[in-house]
């Protein structure tokens, strides 16, 4: 917490972790027998997290930790695609990451089986076309019907999976978290989970997720990173290429945090020597390098030297290049002479068309300027040689390109005319380290606290804590004393220091005096859903029959891709009849009884009043089906 004495100029630097490829694990081979272990996928926005649905004792942690992008240049193929860490600095190529979410559902389901090849290839499944394991995955609270249907699909069809099962990762950490403090089901409580785009309010009663009144507030992490660099770029405008977004998310995971009361903090860094002692100046990378300084006299002699050298290698690779080209130039009009004098006619003058000459005696005076220019280049080559510590720098016969300027300087150029200060006079000292340093002060509390106060970003919805009101109070008292007995806190975005003590005063202001409430924070509020989900696949292992909590090929051919096989930390299935309109029937005429012609009348009359009958029956009931 900001509270704490420490000392003063506290001066970070940029970590920039750059990542490494995730390795490729072999499969145990008693994954395999006697039933194939489940596969646990934490598909997370931010991070996805996958492992094998093993005891503690063997894996203590998920093998596979990556970001949820892929980064693929246009017109590469499938297979250059570079999934999560197989992107070692995330901002070259920002502007190529996609993600398979859309807020906190996915909807590019591509990009999802990119993931999927990628977490199957590193933990060691070599089966071509089929992935003999259960998985167990994780999906958004209230998730709708059409995005599970295209990933049961995408499980089913794609790599043949014998089961599947899907649950909230809020209630797999609700319920993981319960278990480690000994809780008895079934569990009363009220879940708030903020991840990297969403968060949200669970409300949970008797052990099932009360799914009407789930919320879902769209502000999070990065939100809180987007509205971090906007601030500092504002701020230090001379530094926007170095405001990086993965700067930004390490500025709000190191050194953010949440004020228990907002404004009464903003009053202490009113305060200067509160501003000093707590202000983060996070050092940028530079050079110390300071253009146009003092040079000593031997300094600018040898520089001096370097460029006469520099010039005389220059100038003799140019006489010796130009007397090639004229030395070959040369011996072709020769050769063309030479035909003249072997009577060659025809053969000499497609040869002068070809050098662009009109006569004999024209050739001969280019023969000749040509012997001449090859005699003086060969002579000042000669003579440059034995010439030490000479150039001719005037020689220049031909214009030179752009890239050799320093030719064209010259040799005998004056001396620095600037005058040298004397040692006694003093000198300002310019501190370039201060110059590329942020200075974090106040937005190390201001870019949380738009999870309670959405408005500072330019969201025009309800806080974090006010939606929580709102959905408290659509319980009666008793539930509600029942829900916040058990507050529970999860999701990567509630890990900065202060949340839980700011979530307590929040209650303790809405609700009435002298109330009870409980709040807890997740032991680990990242990756507790991942161990909840792997508590849960091995207590209910898919046997020979149906399951509870799975989802078999045949119930997927059968029920359809949305089916939802419920249990404690899924959500509420909700099946949804859809009833297609019938295609209208093109009027069939007016049939005519062959009787007689007073009875054809009448018929004609019936037909007619129970055509105009269905017209406004048809009129009043928008979809009619037979």
């Known amino acids: 917490m900001a509270s704490k004495e420490e000392p003063v100029c506290q001066i970070f630097?940029?970590?920039?972790?750059?990542?490494?490829?995730?390795?490729?694990f072999e499969l145990p081979a008693h994954y395999l027998s006697p039933t194939s272990a489940p596969i646990v996928i934490d598909n997370g926005s931010f991070q996805t997290r996958a492992d094998w649905a093993a005891p503690a004792a063997e894996v203590a942690a998920p093998r596979l930790l990556f970001r949820s992008v892929a980064a693929r240049s246009r017109g590469a193929a499938r297979s250059d695609t570079q999934i999560g860490n197989d992107i070692p600095n995330?901002?070259?190529?920002?502007?190529?990451?996609?993600?398979?979410?859309?807020?906190?559902?996915?909807?590019?389901?591509?990009?999802?089986?990119?993931?999927?090849?990628?977490v199957f290839t590193h933990l060691g499944i070599t089966s071509e076309g089929s992935v003999n394991h259960p998985i167990v995955l994780t999906e958004a609270s209230c998730n709708p019907l059409h995005c599970r249907q295209m990933m049961s699909e995408l499980l089913f069809e794609c790599y043949q999976v014998p089961h599947v099962s899907y649950g909230v990762d809020g209630l797999y950490s609700f319920y993981h978290n319960n278990a480690q403090r000994n809780l008895q089901p079934p569990h009363t409580g009220i879940i708030l989970s903020s991840g990297y785009h969403c968060s949200h309010i669970l409300p949970v009663i008797n052990g099932r997720l009360d799914a009407v009144n789930c919320k879902r507030v769209n502000v999070a992490g990065s939100q809180a990173a987007s509205y971090l660099q906007r601030l500092l770029q504002l701020k230090y405008p001379g530094h926007l290429a170095a405001i990086t977004l993965s700067r930004m998310e390490e500025l709000l995971h190191e050194h953010s945090y949440t004020a228990v009361d907002y404004h009464e903090e903003l009053e202490k860094w009113r305060s200067p020597e509160y501003y000093e002692r707590e202000v983060h100046r996070m050092q940028l990378p530079f050079s110390g390098k300071v253009p146009g300084g003092c040079v000593s006299v031997e300094e600018r002699q040898e520089r001096r030297a370097q460029q006469l050298r520099r010039l005389q290698e220059i100038n003799a690779r140019r006489r010796e290049e130009k007397l090639l080209q004229d030395q070959e130039r040369l011996d072709r009009l020769l050769a063309v002479q030479e035909l003249?004098?072997?009577?060659?006619?025809?053969?000499?003058?497609?040869?002068?068309?070809?050098?662009?000459?009109d006569s004999a005696e024209e050739l001969q005076s280019y023969i000749n300027k040509l012997q001449l220019a090859v005699e003086q280049g060969r002579q000042k080559l000669l003579h440059s040689d034995t010439a030490e510590g000479k150039t001719e720098v005037s020689e220049l016969e031909q214009p030179m390109d752009e890239g050799d300027g320093v030719a064209l300087m010259d040799p005998d150029f004056p001396e620095d005319t600037l005058p040298e200060k004397t040692a006694n006079v003093a000198q300002p000292v310019f501190n370039m380290a201060e110059y590329h340093q942020l200075?974090?002060?106040?937005?190390?509390?201001?870019?949380?606290?738009?999870?309670?106060?959405p408005s500072l970003s330019g969201e025009d919805q309800m806080g974090l804590m006010e939606t929580l009101q709102y959905v408290l109070a659509r319980y009666t008292p008793e539930q509600q004393e029942a829900l916040v007995s058990n507050v529970f806190l999860t999701g990567g975005n509630m890990q900065y220091p202060g949340m839980k003590d700011r979530v307590e005063r929040e209650l303790r202001a809405m609700r009435p005096f002298q109330s009870h409430?409980?709040?807890?924070?997740?032991?680990?509020?990242?990756?507790?859903?991942?161990?909840?989900?792997r508590d849960w696949a091995l207590e209910h292992l898919p046997g020979g029959g149906a399951a509870e909590?799975?989802?078999?090929?045949?119930e997927y051919e059968e029920?359809?891709?949305?089916?939802?096989s419920e249990h404690g930390s899924s959500n509420v299935f909700i099946p949804m009849k859809i009833v297609k309109p019938v295609p209208a029937r093109p009027a069939e005429p007016s049939v005519t009884m062959p009787t007689i012609t007073g009875t054809t009348t009448a018929v004609?009359?019936?037909?007619?009043?129970?055509?105009?009958?269905?017209?406004?029956v048809t009129a009043d009931v928008p979809m009619v089906t037979s």
């Open 517 to 533: 409430f409980k709040v807890t924070m997740a032991s680990r509020p990242a990756l507790d859903a991942w161990y909840g989900a």
């Open 13 to 24: 630097s940029f970590q920039d972790c750059k990542t490494s490829p995730d390795p490729i």
């Open 340 to 357: 003249l004098e072997d009577g060659l006619l025809d053969q000499f003058h497609k040869s002068l068309v070809e050098l662009n000459m």
């Open 90 to 118: 995330l901002e070259p190529l920002r502007w190529l990451l996609k993600s398979q979410f859309d807020r906190n559902v996915v909807v590019n389901f591509e990009i999802q089986e990119l993931i999927f090849d990628h």
């Open 559 to 564: 029920k359809g891709g949305e089916y939802l």
């Open 439 to 453: 200075f974090v002060g106040t937005e190390r509390l201001r870019c949380p606290e738009i999870l309670f106060q």
């Open 604 to 616: 004609t009359t019936v037909t007619s009043a129970l055509t105009a009958t269905s017209s406004a």
């Open 549 to 554: 909590g799975w989802i078999s090929r045949q």
